[in-house]
């Protein structure tokens, strides 16, 4: 199960990518969404969940619903995805969730291994890097939700969790597998904070942590598994004829330079915090207008909807009285998802976790299939919503992806 939506197709492209056939449910799958699921025969399944800055009993609940809904599908091992940049606050949610999750399954052993080399996210000594900087200098510090000021992985799970949190050093995981093992079995902890520099790393500590029922982690874990035969092919998912935005809720710095690139070629609008407190529908309600103008004017092109292109924008306090800037960023974009819906958008590239997770359950869509991938950790998908209208949806993490992907990601759906 995944934190946030973008967090889930991240994970399910690395599945994809090692060759195992994944449905991302959006959401706990019910007993229908479970019946079609063993249907269709899966290899994985992730749930996504809207839970990385829920209130923590929310988080702890629908985690453990998620678990239940997956054990009851028939699935024995489990992967907790948190963000590669261990979004996360001294409250949570990442230790209390592990931690209900561990006691549910029983694991006295528990790996956390946030690293996601592709995406420049390594574990060295315990301190995860982005970029080659330490986590709590990169842009991670200025996150609007989940400021990270420390970069000391450990550090970092200690207050959120009951049980002791060891680390296991980058020449232990290099002296190979039994090594590995041991030192994971000996350490003094539940959670064993694990270095990965690269890809080797990462298949090393998935082949030793094969058997164990709970791994947690971003979702590079998921590169080391060992590819199977005959992947499944992505090419096959169906593309949906209609009109495309680009909703971009994330301030991380990765979407603000692909804000600025793509405003240079697309019709674009920047949510404007004020307007939408005063008259959110009535804002709603402009865009759509203008959007539906844009796409009689040049089918075909996508419009771009953002919220911040500099730090500058991010409010820190509402004014008194008001709801959080998040929470009116994340009502207008699903507004915008919505009305654009109804207007004929189908194609569909959103940005930022917390912000898909809010289109995504305006758009009302159960589940996803995978298409191209479109960077690490970012693919195309194919869902159906309950009112039986068809989307293509690109679900982007706010820190990933080409600084031309609001532009060059349509290609794959040409
Ligand atoms: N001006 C603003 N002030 C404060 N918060 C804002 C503002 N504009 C947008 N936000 C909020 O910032 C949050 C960004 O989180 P989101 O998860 O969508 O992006 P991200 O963290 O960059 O992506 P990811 O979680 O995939 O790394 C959203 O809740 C969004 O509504
Ligand atoms: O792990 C990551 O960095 C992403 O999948 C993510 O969770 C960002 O929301």
Redesign the pocket.
């Known amino acids: 199960m995944a934190d946030?939506f973008?967090?889930a197709t991240d994970l399910a492209t690395n599945w994809v990518a090692r060759g195992l056939r994944t449905s991302v449910t959006l959401g706990v799958p019910s007993d229908e969404q479970l019946a079609d699921l063993r249907v269709a025969g899966m290899d994985a399944v992730v749930v996504a969940l809207k839970t990385?800055?829920a209130p923590v009993a929310d988080a702890v609940r629908q985690s453990v619903a998620a678990l239940d809904a997956l054990r009851r599908l028939g699935c024995e091992r489990f992967y907790d995805k948190y963000?590669s940049?261990f979004?996360s606050t001294p409250a949570g949610n990442i230790g209390p969730v592990a931690d209900a999750l561990a006691a549910e399954l029983g694991a006295d052993k528990v790996v956390v291994v946030p690293s996601f080399p592709a995406t420049g996210r390594t574990v060295y000594q315990g301190h995860l890097f982005v970029g080659g900087q330490l986590l709590s200098e990169s842009s991670m510090r200025h996150?609007?939700?989940?400021p990270m000021t420390d970069s000391d992985v450990a550090a970092l799970l200690r207050p959120q969790t009951t049980h002791r949190v060891a680390t296991v050093p980058l020449q232990t995981v290099r002296a190979g597998a039994a090594a590995l093992r041991a030192a994971i079995d000996a350490a003094e902890g539940t959670y064993v904070v694990v270095d990965a520099l690269d890809e080797s790393d990462l298949a090393i500590i998935a082949e030793v942590t094969s058997g164990d029922p709970l791994v947690t982690g971003g979702s590079g874990l998921a590169l080391g598994l060992p590819a199977v035969a005959d992947a499944p092919a992505t090419d096959a998912m169906p593309v949906t004829a209609g009109h495309r935005a680009v909703l971009a809720?994330?301030?991380?710095s990765?979407?603000r330079g692909q804000i600025a690139d793509a405003r240079e070629q697309l019709a674009h609008h920047k949510?404007d915090?004020a307007a939408l407190r005063a008259d959110l529908p009535g804002e709603v309600a402009r865009l759509t207008a203008w959007a539906r103008e844009r796409w009689s004017r040049a089918p075909g092109e996508p419009v771009l909807v953002y919220?911040?292109d500099s730090l500058d924008?991010?409010?820190?306090a509402p004014p008194a009285g008001e709801r959080?800037?998040?929470?009116?960023?994340?009502e207008a974009?699903a507004g915008c998802a919505t009305a654009f819906a109804e207007a004929g958008a189908r194609q569909f590239l959103v940005?930022?976790?917390?912000?898909?997770?809010?289109v995504v359950q305006a758009l009302d869509v159960q589940r996803l299939e995978l298409g191209p991938s479109l960077a690490p950790g970012v693919s195309w998908a194919h869902g159906t919503a309950a009112d039986g209208r068809a989307y293509n949806l690109a679900?982007?993490?706010?820190?990933?992806g080409h600084r031309d992907i609001f532009t060059a990601g349509w290609q794959a759906l040409a």
């Open positions: 946030d973008t967090g990385r800055t963000c940049t979004d996150h609007p939700l989940t809720g994330s301030a991380s990765a979407t949510l915090l919220a911040v924008d991010l409010e820190k959080p800037a998040s929470e009116v960023m994340e974009l940005a930022g976790g917390e912000t898909s997770g809010s679900l982007k993490s706010g820190n990933f």
